[in-house]
């Protein structure tokens, strides 16, 4: 039975890689794109990308007067009228249906063909350390801001039989110092999961992006300062905590973002060929050897296996 079972699953594997190769990647020209989060790291270098491949671009900005946004502006002029900058704040319901009537008055003649949901932030902290005013936000724009913009497009991608691309992380199946934002990731991911079979009647294709360490590239988690976070904590926390310990996990955590790949433009392919290809993938991991095993390990082990792993991994930051 269960040879059966491996036959016909590498039977299906072959049949979709065949599929692949010999459909044709779709022309961009009278395509148009609306992307969030444009300001830096992936969105900037994305709204570049398809720009210069031919797509119409909407490229959303939470500051259109920023330094990002004008270059994306500055490309726009060299353009022929293809690269549009508009202010989009993914937590305001305004912002969001200004961005859609922008839209629907600037479409190309193939119609609208791709949302990409990229708009997001990132913070560190042990659950305690944060504040119910943060966990709010952070959840307004790592997940209500995807949903929000996404039932906003809807119609026109089901019209239009576009594509949808959700911007998720390998952290939403672990967390390490950031449980904030992986709680975020997570959620997204489940959301894009009910997503991707509701809209495959309708033609839609659903994506979504799992970006390992790119945090040199996106400048989404700057370095943390530990004595910010330690003026930051409330007495009870101080009380359970000290100062040196906090400070272990700041640079527990800096090293991890130093050790982020540069190199944003890896992501930014996963994404081009999720809007082009004839048979996207509905998950695309972009990350090094060591993270997808981690992402394995917390696949197919207990989680005591990953609790162990993590753990070992924090071993040398202790309260003293």
């Known amino acids: 039975m269960w040879v059966t079972a491996l036959l016909l699953l590498l039977f299906l594997l072959l049949l979709l890689l065949l599929g692949r190769r010999g459909a044709h990647r779709l022309e961009p020209a009278g395509r148009a794109v609306l992307i969030t989060g444009c300001d830096s790291g992936f969105g900037h270098l994305l709204a570049l990308r398809l720009h210069r491949l031919g797509f ?44 859609k009537e922008l839209v629907l008055s600037h479409l190309p003649d193939t119609g609208f ?22 966990y709010e936000k952070f959840t307004d724009v790592n997940l209500l801001g995807s949903i929000r913009t996404t039932l906003a497009f809807l119609p026109l991608l ?58 040199r590239s996106t400048q989404i988690q700057p370095p943390v300062s530990a004595e910010e976070i330690w003026n930051e904590l409330s007495a009870e926390e101080k009380a359970a905590y000290n100062k040196e310990y906090v400070q272990e996990r700041a640079n527990f955590f800096n090293s991890i973002v130093s050790e982020g790949s540069p190199n944003g433009n890896e992501v930014v392919d996963a994404i081009v060929d999720a809007l082009m290809s004839p048979a996207p993938k509905a998950r695309y991991m972009v990350a090094r050897l060591k993270e997808k095993a981690l992402v394995l390990v917390c ?20 309260l003293k």
């Open 56 to 99: 119409t671009v909407f490229a959303g900005c939470l500051c259109p007067g920023g330094a990002g946004a004008r270059r994306l502006q500055r490309e726009a002029a060299a353009g022929a009228g293809r690269l549009r900058v508009l202010r989009l704040d993914v937590t305001c319901g305004r912002d969001v249906q200004a961005a």
């Open 113 to 134: 063909w791709g949302l990409v949901n990229n708009a997001g932030i990132s913070t560190f902290g042990e659950t305690g350390w944060l504040s119910m005013e943060k």
């Open 158 to 215: 089901r019209k239009y039989k576009g594509r949808i691309v959700f911007m998720s992380s390998i952290i939403a199946y672990f967390a390490l110092g950031n449980g904030i934002y992986s709680m975020t990731k997570a959620a997204i991911e489940k959301f894009c999961d009910a997503l991707r079979l509701e809209m495959k009647k309708f033609g839609v294709q659903v994506s979504i992006i799992q970006p390992g360490n790119y945090a």
């Open 299 to 318: 696949a197919l082990f207990p989680t005591a296996v990953m609790d162990f792993f993590l753990s070992y991994a924090l071993s040398k930051v202790k």
